[in-house]
């Protein structure tokens, strides 16, 4: 008897538990996953374009400003005589809206493959969000950080044209999840000179 009550005192905790545990583990999900693999587009990667799988969605975005190149925040070099040094790259499709955010480092330093990884006052941010979700602590805007794994390489720069790649796991304020692979972009980005008293444009 006396080790029978300890055993089911701790089958009684064990059982009472569980379905917390589960509702727990259901707070996250990983998301674009209902329907067949997209099959990928067998085309050159143009001139204005971020592109990737979201999940098993496949998704271009060349939609920014006016036209796809057009001189506006959505493809800008910001720098001042300050500290700030940030590349802003941002497309749309028809549902939603990729930016690409590199800071801490001038494009000229982009001759070949640099991977962006974190350290002091240098970074990259990807955000992936639709237009009901603007903020970063929306449930469905989904953020991938440069800190948490290299995600982001830039691979050649000429004539202030930017070409890389991306990959990685993006996560919203919900916890849900993202994948991102094959994910490639080549954007040339205008370059803006801003006072010192102007903050960081994100």
């Known amino acids: ?6 055993l089911l005192f701790f089958m009684a905790f064990f059982l009472a538990i569980l379905p917390a545990c589960n509702r727990q583990n ?7 996953m209902d329907k067949p693999k997209d099959p990928k587009p067998d085309t050159p990667l143009t001139l204005g374009t971020i592109r990737a799988y979201f999940g098993n969605y496949y998704k271009i975005f ?3 400003g006016t036209t796809p190149y057009a001189d506006t925040a959505s493809n800008c070099y910001f720098h001042n005589a300050c500290t700030l040094k940030e590349i802003d790259m941002i497309r749309n499709d ?11 480092y001038p494009p000229d330093v982009f001759k070949s493959d640099t991977t962006i990884t974190k350290e002091a006052g240098k970074y990259s941010e990807l955000h992936f969000f639709s237009p009901d979700a603007p903020g ?31 990959s990685g796991t993006m996560q919203d304020y ?3 999840t993202v994948q991102v692979t094959e994910g490639e972009f080549k ?10 008293n102007i903050p960081q444009t994100k």
């Open 62 to 64: 060349d939609v920014g």
């Open 136 to 166: 970063t602590n929306s449930k469905g805007h989904y953020v991938m950080y440069g800190l948490y794994s290299d995600c982001l390489i830039v691979s050649d720069n000429t004539g202030d044209v930017l070409t890389g790649t991306f």
């Open 94 to 104: 028809t549902q939603y809206t990729l930016g690409i955010y590199i800071v801490g």
């Open 26 to 32: 259901e707070k996250g999900t990983v998301q674009f």
């Open 1 to 6: 008897m006396k080790l029978i009550l300890p």
């Open 187 to 196: 954007i040339h980005i205008y370059r803006k000179t801003l006072s010192c």
């Open 174 to 176: 919900a916890g849900n």
